[in-house]
């Protein structure tokens, strides 16, 4: 009976033994090539390819697959896509899997369909404390985002959350936190209801600005600070004390933080400023080039403090085939009210333009300069020896000139990048007027400058620019004779003026040489398009003249395109312009520029 029993057992187990026996072999390989993904948007793919086991296996590791571990990696697939697209608010996705043979493998082709979202049906956003009554961080819940009805995408949830967060510790609740975040979802429903409160706790206030070591004598930065000990918190002040500490050229480090373990009784926070000086004498030289000037050197040293008080000294030069200078500046700081500088300057200035009179001034001057964002002012009084350079011989009149005068500036420059601002409007000012003397004669002329300059951002990669210019004068002398300064006369045509004309190539002329006008207004209209990342083209019109009575105002034009490329340290223009009038010097030409004029 055993023996039948044993026989009946091996007859049974014959037939798997003979299966198993090709076990021993080298199991079929299969060899993936490509895992494509269909049907989402770019960053709804690539969360899923990150999620995905088998995209994520290295090429070489997929061309070596056997055909149960690819089985087992495309039973995981929905699974592992479902979970990477609930972030972006889909919650039932359809997957469907295909095998295609290509040359050397198969391709694995995986089509997804999102199907229909879930959507916020309710949204209780609200806040406990003191910040209730703080319409500036009770503003932010009206932005928290997605809102009822939208598709609930967590990141936008979340970035919601942050900014209620930042703008309770700008304003002083450092003692706020989250009561309550939950978000309920119901797939079934495909619905989510969101809850979220906040306690603020009590607002703090602003302390002591405490100064760490530095080089200078003590008290003398504490002018910079624009709050008193008990005034409402607010980190803005940190930042507008960090920009003012930063324009002194000073330090090379700055740092502005509260010190939140040092809050006395009555909630007043502490400000430590730690500061690093950054090395007291740099010098700096460039080559340079430009279509105005030619090619060029240029250096500049700046000894950054001279003594315990900040004092500065600065120094100049240029060298280019039509423009030479020297300057020299001493600053005194002066940082109470609107911080600034007390400062006197010697300059010498030589330019030689191509199309049009040329001069050599020596100057003294001395004023004032101050800045407190987005404004500033500055005012000085000047006195300078000119002598205008002329090949002219009929002219009557003296070509040397002595003049005294004061001048008024004023900008508004409310911009918070200046190498690459995307919205920006810059307003400036100057008056200036006083005495001229030439020939054994003195008269009086007044000036006023005017200009805008507006740019404004479409869309991701387009801007549109405006730019206009005003100045007028009056002078008692007579602008027939070389009496009045060339360094004071106006012209247009130049890389930055009117394109399309040489540089100071539009103006009055006599002899068929250009010796500048009274009065001038510029315009210009520029359109950008920046379709390859940091390289762009533009398409321009400019207009203007410079004139001498406003009867005789007549506007030349230039029209043409341009290369730009938004370079690390600015952006950077080659223009091809075409100057419509040829009889004031019109023609093609081309013009290399630097910056946004900002």
């Given at each position: 009976m055993w023996s039948f029993a044993w026989a009946l057992v091996l007859l049974m187990a014959a037939p798997s033994l003979s299966a198993q026996a090709p076990a021993n072999e080298e199991p079929a390989r299969v060899s993936v090539t490509e895992v494509s993904l269909v049907g989402l948007d770019d960053e709804e793919a690539a969360n899923v390819t990150r999620a995905m086991t088998l995209a994520?296996?290295?090429?070489?590791?997929?061309?070596?697959?056997?055909?149960?571990?690819?089985?087992?990696?495309?039973?995981?697939?929905?699974?592992?896509?479902?979970?990477?697209?609930?972030?972006?608010g889909w919650y039932s996705p359809t997957v469907e899997l295909r095998r295609e043979s290509v040359q050397d493998g198969i391709r694995i082709v995986v089509a997804v369909e999102t199907g229909e979202p879930v959507r916020v049906k309710t949204l209780d956003a609200d806040i406990d404390g003191a910040a209730r009554e703080d319409r500036f961080v009770m503003r932010e819940l009206p932005k928290i985002r997605p809102r009822v009805g939208e598709r609930f995408i967590h990141a936008d949830y979340e970035a919601g959350k942050l900014r209620v967060d930042r703008k309770l510790a700008e304003r002083g609740y450092f003692s706020a936190k989250r009561s309550e975040s939950r978000v309920e979802v119901r797939r079934a429903a495909k619905s989510a209801d969101i809850r979220l409160r906040w306690d603020s706790g009590p607002r703090h206030a602003m302390g002591e600005a405490r100064f760490g070591e530095n080089q200078f004598q003590p008290g003398?930065?504490?002018?910079?600070?624009?709050?008193?000990?008990?005034?409402?918190?607010?980190?803005?002040?940190?930042?507008?004390?960090?920009?003012?500490?930063?324009?002194?050229?000073?330090?090379?480090?700055?740092?502005?933080?509260?010190?939140?373990?040092?809050?006395?009784?009555?909630?007043?926070?502490?400000?430590?400023?730690?500061t690093t000086a950054a090395k007291r004498t740099s010098y700096a030289g460039a080559l340079s080039f430009g279509s105005d000037t030619g090619v060029g050197l240029r250096g500049s040293f700046n000894r950054r403090w001279m003594n315990a008080e900040g004092h500065k000294w600065l120094a100049d030069a240029e060298w280019s085939q039509r423009r030479n200078s020297l300057s020299t500046q001493y600053r005194v700081p002066s940082l109470r009210r609107l911080p600034g500088w007390w400062n006197g300057e010697a300059g010498w200035i030589a330019e030689d333009p191509v199309n049009a009179l040329g001069y050599?001034?020596?100057?003294?001057?001395?004023?004032?300069?101050?800045?407190?964002?987005?404004?500033?002012?500055?005012?000085?009084?000047?006195?300078?020896?000119?002598?205008?350079?002329?090949?002219?011989?009929?002219?009557?009149?003296?070509?040397?000139?002595?003049?005294?005068?004061?001048?008024?500036?004023?900008?508004?420059?409310?911009?918070?990048?200046?190498?690459?601002?995307?919205?920006?409007?810059?307003?400036?000012?100057?008056?200036?007027?006083?005495?001229?003397?030439?020939?054994?004669?003195?008269?009086?002329?007044?000036?006023?400058?005017?200009?805008?300059?507006?740019?404004?951002?479409?869309?991701?990669?387009?801007?549109?620019?405006?730019?206009?210019?005003?100045?007028?004068?009056?002078?008692?002398?007579?602008?027939?004779?070389?009496?009045?300064?060339?360094?004071?006369?106006?012209?247009?045509g130049g890389d930055r003026s009117l394109r399309g004309y040489g540089y100071r190539e539009v103006g009055p002329r006599f002899e068929g040489e250009v010796v500048g006008g009274l009065h001038r207004v510029l315009a210009s209209a520029e359109y950008q398009n920046f379709f390859l990342g940091d390289w762009g083209a533009a398409v321009f019109v400019d207009a203007g003249d410079a004139f001498n009575t406003w009867r005789r105002l007549d506007p030349k034009y230039g029209v043409g395109v341009g290369l730009r490329w938004r370079s690390p340290v600015g952006l950077v223009a080659v223009d091809v312009a075409r100057g419509l009038d040829e009889a004031a010097g019109g023609s093609m030409r081309l013009h290399i520029g630097f910056g946004v004029g900002f």
């Open positions: 994520r296996l290295s090429p070489a590791q997929r061309r070596d697959l056997s055909e149960a571990r690819l089985q087992f990696l495309l039973r995981r697939l929905p699974v592992e896509i479902s979970r990477a697209l609930e972030p972006f003398l930065l504490q002018p910079l600070v624009d709050w008193q000990p008990g005034d409402t918190f607010h980190r803005n002040r940190l930042l507008r004390l960090q920009r003012r500490l930063a324009q002194l050229d000073y330090f090379a480090l700055i740092e502005v933080a509260p010190n939140l373990d040092a809050i006395d009784e009555n909630l007043r926070v502490p400000i430590d400023i730690t050599e001034r020596l100057s003294l001057s001395g004023g004032w300069q101050g800045q407190r964002e987005p404004w500033s002012v500055a005012a000085r009084l000047v006195f300078a020896e000119e002598a205008t350079r002329t090949p002219l011989r009929r002219v009557d009149g003296d070509a040397t000139q002595t003049l005294l005068y004061p001048e008024v500036s004023v900008a508004w420059r409310p911009i918070t990048d200046s190498l690459w601002p995307e919205d920006a409007l810059r307003l400036t000012s100057a008056l200036r007027g006083g005495v001229i003397a030439a020939a054994g004669r003195r008269e009086r002329f007044a000036q006023i400058d005017l200009g805008a300059f507006w740019l404004q951002t479409i869309g991701e990669n387009q801007r549109l620019s405006l730019r206009a210019e005003l100045a007028a004068t009056h002078y008692g002398g007579s602008m027939e004779t070389l009496s009045f300064p060339i360094s004071l006369r106006y012209f247009a």
